[in-house]
């Protein structure tokens, strides 16, 4: 938990992680292959037998997917990281790593749907219990723990609301019942927040959202101790199979490159946007952790540690959301009045994109779990792309004029 690094977060994307083969390439190789060869059979015997170091087969381990994997993670500041083949196979991989039979887990129900999903419906049928809890009521948190519970597990920024959960008090009631604390670090990427270093012992990425940032590939992480990885992450990986493609891994080990750049152009574009429509009187309200109003601001700044000289401008990230005032049909005119935003359920692209949760990413919840998240039908999430910032204002109040 050091926050002393030689390297800068910054210069870690461009060149962490980097393995050259013989011929020298500047650019990371892409090494589009399933298995690997030997020189002879007994080699081969002492590489699947894990006696010497080495390639096998891409389900298991691939150059350009470790080369991901490291870069990943020297900028979280961790020990080791997994690649798998979405943000959902993180997170069943980490359910199949540390869970069995009889156990518990404490979650907060400001979740990504699938997760919600994996955690209360499909667990169960494993004889996995899960508790649910308000994301920033700690009281709720220790009364749901049990003996049996072996992680907790958080996403902050939640997704849609941006909740900002305390990271350090949520990892000090998990010491009391010796269960690990997990954090999706989606919503803010290592270039905002860094959870390993304000306590979590896990941190899982859908690396689809902004670590990608283009919207072109699927993938996932886990990011975590070197004990934990090759202990427990990897031979499950290996067993169970959601690995990330190398094709995958290669455009994701671009992507990282680029990522803090793009973070603090969204993030600035986004305090720009939030604060404009705080000040509309057809916004009934705005969630954006950057403005002053929001809840948690003060805890986001102190979480969010944005590097170089960014600073506050960036700490609330490129996620909001608003509630427009007159409803479900007043929220559905200011999405269908959009020319330059994408109508779409993703997020973290560099083009920015707007949703009305309750009818699409949140639609499957029933109405009174949406409704004890908060999700009412005149609510809006925009992901802020890279657009120039007075464009995609103009573009949202076009439908509210
Ligand atoms: C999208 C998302 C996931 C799942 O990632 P996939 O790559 O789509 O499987 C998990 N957590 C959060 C917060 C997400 O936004």
Redesign the pocket.
């Known amino acids: 938990m050091t926050k002393l690094r030689p390297l800068h977060p910054e210069t870690l994307a461009v060149r962490a992680g980097t393995q050259r083969s013989e011929f020298g390439e500047h650019s990371e190789a892409l090494f589009l292959t399933s298995s690997f060869t030997y020189e002879s059979a007994a080699q081969a015997a002492e590489r699947f037998q894990g006696r010497e170091a080495g390639w096998v087969y891409s389900r298991f381990t691939n150059p350009t997917v470790a080369m991901f994997e490291a870069r990943l993670a020297a900028m979280e500041g961790a020990e080791a990281a997994v690649a798998t083949a979405?943000?959902?196979?993180a997170?069943l991989t980490v359910c199949l790593a540390l869970l069995e039979q009889g156990d518990h887990i404490v979650s907060s129900h400001s979740l990504?749907g699938?997760?919600y999903q994996l955690f209360g419906a499909m667990m169960p049928r494993f004889g996995i219990k899960a508790s649910f809890v308000s994301q920033n009521n700690l009281e709720e948190w220790e009364a749901a723990i049990t003996p049996k519970t072996k992680f907790l597990y958080v996403?902050t920024p939640s997704?849609p609301l941006v909740e900002i959960a305390d990271i350090a008090a949520l990892r000090t009631i998990a010491d009391s019942v010796g269960a690990l604390l997990i954090v999706?670090n989606?919503?803010c990427t290592s270039a905002l927040q860094r959870p390993l270093e304000l306590g979590a012992h896990i941190v899982v990425h859908?690396a689809?959202?902004f670590l990608e940032g283009q919207g072109r590939v699927?993938?996932?992480a886990i990011v975590g101790s070197r004990t934990l990885v090759d202990e427990k992450l990897i031979p499950t990986l290996r067993t169970a199979g959601p690995s990330l493609s190398p094709f995958n891994a290669w455009v994701l080990l671009k992507s990282l490159e680029t990522l803090s750049v793009r973070m603090e152009r969204a993030s600035k574009n986004a305090l720009y946007i939030a604060k404009a429509l705080e000040a509309h009187p057809k916004i009934a309200r705005v969630y954006y952790p950057g403005l002053a109003s929001h809840p948690h601001h003060r805890l986001a700044l102190r979480q969010h540690c944005a590097s170089g000289e960014a600073g506050e401008e960036v700490a609330g990230g490129a996620l909001m959301s608003f509630e427009v005032k007159g409803g479900q049909a007043a929220a559905w005119r200011v999405i269908d009045a959009t020319e330059i935003c994408s109508i779409t359920g993703n997020?973290g692209d560099a083009r920015s994109t707007i949703t009305h949760p309750a009818t699409t990413t949140h639609g499957r919840l029933a109405p009174e779990v949406r409704a004890a998240a908060r999700i009412s039908d005149s609510l809006l999430r925009l992901s802020v792309g890279l657009e120039n910032k007075q464009d995609i204002l103009q573009d949202l109040l076009r439908g509210l004029d």
């Open positions: 979405t943000g959902m196979g997170i990504f699938s997760t996403e997704n999706d989606c919503l859908s689809t959202k699927l993938g996932g997020l």
